[in-house]
């Protein structure tokens, strides 16, 4: 299938690099506006047309897909535009700022049978779906927290504060562990640099039978942390996306109650082995447009569908809400 690319930016590169890995797909168009990324795209693709303008793109009756990775606030016209013109569209995240935005895009989508996706990379992440794999057979027990920390220095966004865009990442991977929305959300955040842009911010979501997630989002770190800490009743979960080789760990370690007696709480801990599973070290950015690929081709939803993406949002707009109210609980 012939497709063209909408943004050459940092994350661009990275798609690019996929598509014409993929032995499905052929890069037909790369767009951008931008003198020095359309100069560096000619230079590594010598094949590929890169050009600045997106109607070219959308009157090729060739073109059978559309990658968008440009900024946020541009998302939701230029999808519109590509569903309208018959071309399956996969979004960088995240795929639009507003609800009635992704019920819109939905709508079209289905009225023309096109394939709808958002990148949300980290579910096709290895480590993420060993850890899915790890919690769904209950070797953990019951999971009661979630404590993610995704921060470091810059870089800033004109458009989305923090939240929209490093705890996008969190919340997919949440959401995908958990396979449900919260009960309730609450944030706090601030604006050192940019009135209205949380340049941090501190999200806590709380689910049934005693739940909680806590999520740390910066920009404005000295050092770059990328680190999950899952909190099972049996066992304990450590993903570190930095480490180079061992990014996931098991702790066999848990926390004991010996509430016989109710005058006097009695707290005992088992500390056991560590355990360091395998799991897929493949790209999970080319798993991604593989899965876009292939839902294209045999018809059926990708595994990042709009509805992945709806529940992210409402997360989102919800800890936006609580962050203006300083941090009152906002119902889901």
């Known amino acids: 299938m012939n497709v063209a690319l909408i943004g050459y930016g940092y994350w661009g590169i990275n798609l690019a690099r996929n598509v014409v890995q993929n032995s499905k797909m052929t ?57 309208q013109n018959g071309k399956h569209t996969l979004v960088e995240k995240p795929m639009v700022t507003e609800m009635t935005q992704a019920e819109d895009l939905h709508e079209i989508a289905e009225k023309n049978k096109l394939t709808l996706m958002v990148d949300h990379t980290f579910m096709y992440n290895g480590v993420v779906r060993k850890m899915k794999q790890i919690i769904d057979s209950d070797d953990i027990g019951d999971v009661k927290y979630i404590d993610a920390t995704r921060i470091n220095l810059g870089i800033f966004q004109n458009d989305i504060n923090v939240l929209w865009d490093l705890a996008t990442h969190d919340l997919s991977i949440v959401h995908f562990l958990m396979g449900s929305l919260p009960n309730t959300v609450s944030a706090i955040g601030k604006c050192h640099i940019k009135p209205n842009i949380e340049n941090i ?123 203006l109210h300083k941090g009152r609980e906002i119902q889901l």
Do not use: C
């Not at 767009?31 to 959308?58: M, P």
């Not at 999970?284 to 690929?293: C, N, S, T, V």
């Open 27 to 83: 890069l037909k168009y790369i767009v951008d506006t931008n003198k020095s990324r359309i100069d560096l795209a000619q230079k590594t693709y010598s094949g590929v047309s890169v050009i600045a303008e997106f109607d070219v793109v959308l009157k090729d009756p060739n073109i059978d897909a559309i990658i968008i990775a440009t900024n946020p606030a541009s998302h939701y016209e230029l999808a519109k535009k590509s569903l």
């Open 201 to 323: 911010a501190y999200l806590i979501l709380q689910y049934d039978n005693d739940v909680i997630v806590h999520i740390h989002s910066s920009w404005m770190s000295p050092v770059k942390i990328r680190k999950m800490l899952i909190g099972g009743d049996k066992k304990m979960i450590v993903y570190d996306d930095i480490e180079p080789t061992e990014k996931l760990k098991i702790y066999d370690s848990s926390i004991i109650l010996n509430n016989e007696n109710r005058e006097q709480l009695l707290v005992d801990y088992r500390i056991g082995d560590v355990f360091v599973p395998k799991y897929n070290t493949q790209e999970p950015l080319a798993l991604m447009i593989q899965d876009f690929e292939q839902s294209i081709i045999t018809n059926r939803k990708p595994l990042s569908d709009l509805q992945s993406s709806i529940n992210v949002i409402k997360i989102l707009k919800a800890a936006q809400a609580s962050i």
